[in-house]
């Protein structure tokens, strides 16, 4: 099922996660739901909290469904470690419109819990690297915008309020 996909202003895109305490038949289901709604968008990468549920979850196919062996799903990850740096063009589902260069690191190592609640370890570099922190970031509450300086930054968001109280957003 495809579940709606909230935007930046929902509190809930603003708050730390919670960790996922066992792989239940309703997690199961959200990583299904997950899947299938990113892909719709269509879309690299989807948190958990971007459909309204606070749990440190997300998924990311690079491939954008081309390549089932893409399909990465991480339950609880963690940074293992994370090098060098790379500056490029990024979006977000939950900012709609809106792109803009962020600077990341540009290898990283994450571990975390597959979709059957098997330890996996993974390995990005350039796009999946920058596809990994986007989404780690969700699971904090912390949006690309946020990671933007300046007159970039307050220009989002100022179009973002300015089209909130028109009722576009
Ligand atoms: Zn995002």
């Known amino acids: 099922m495809i579940r709606p996909i909230l935007k930046h202003g929902d509190q809930l895109l603003h708050e730390r996660a919670a960790i996922v305490g066992a792989i ?27 459909v309204g549920v606070a ?13 089932a062996n893409q399909l990465i799903v991480m339950i609880n990850p963690e940074f293992v470690d994370r090098d060098g740096m790379q500056l490029e063009e990024e979006g977000c589902l939950s900012v709609p419109g809106f792109n803009a260069t962020v600077v990341r690191p540009s290898r990283v190592v994450i571990k975390g819990l597959d979709r059957a609640g098997e330890p996996q370890q993974r390995e990005g570099t350039g796009l999946l690297a920058r596809a990994f922190q986007h989404e780690m970031d969700h699971l904090d509450g912390t949006l690309f915008v946020d ?3 300046g007159i970039k930054r307050d220009l989002i968001v100022r179009k973002i309020k300015k089209m909130t109280r028109a009722g576009k957003w």
């Open 24 to 50: 239940t038949p309703e997690i199961s289901q959200l990583v299904d739901d997950m899947v299938e709604t990113m892909y719709a968008a269509p879309g690299i990468g989807l948190a958990a909290p971007q």
């Open 147 to 149: 990671r933007l300086r």
């Open 55 to 67: 749990l440190r979850l997300f998924v990311v196919d690079v491939s954008v469904g081309r390549d």
